[in-house]
């Protein structure tokens, strides 16, 4: 279904959804920009997990969460801005990937906090052992992250 795009981009509000689509764009090796965001924060990334060097979402997520943090917005309600700030950022950042502009964001993730107004960048490492986008026989080496404020 996603076959024949040049991006994907995310904001489906349940794991399973995500990680389907994940899974879709490391086989296609579409990139994937991908917005999540709970009551008063956001997270944006871009994921690239066909690239040696960069994750793909389930890297970062293994495998779906407990059923209680897999809670619709609609559930768990969310501040209305949060959702307007996310969904203008994924756009800009869908723009930036497609017009290749800037440093692109894969490999990193950005952190929104609106309840406290902390934006912060965080680096997000190849799982070497992500039955996904990773190669079975790195499976030994460490997961790098970083993380700077904004």
Not at 65 to 74: G, I, L
Not at 81 to 93: D, I, P, Q, R, Y
């Amino acid at each position: 279904m996603l076959a024949g795009y040049d991006l994907i981009l995310d904001g489906s509000d349940n794991f399973t959804t995500r990680l389907a689509v994940n899974e879709a764009a490391v086989a296609l090796e579409i990139p994937l920009v991908s917005a999540a965001i709970g009551p008063f924060e956001g997270q944006l990334s871009v994921f690239k997990g066909y690239l040696p060097d960069r994750p793909c979402y389930q890297c970062l997520v293994p495998a779906p969460p407990a059923d209680e943090a897999q809670k619709s917005c609609a559930e768990t309600g969310v501040l209305g801005a949060v959702a307007g700030v996310m969904g203008s950022w994924a756009a800009l950042e869908a723009m930036r990937e497609l017009m290749n502009v800037g440093e692109s964001l894969a490999g990193r993730m950005i952190l929104f906090n609106a309840r406290d107004a902390i934006t912060r960048t965080v680096g997000l490492g190849k799982d070497p052992a992500c039955a996904i986008c990773s190669d079975p026989g790195m499976a030994h080496q460490s997961r790098p992250a970083s993380i700077s404020r904004g």
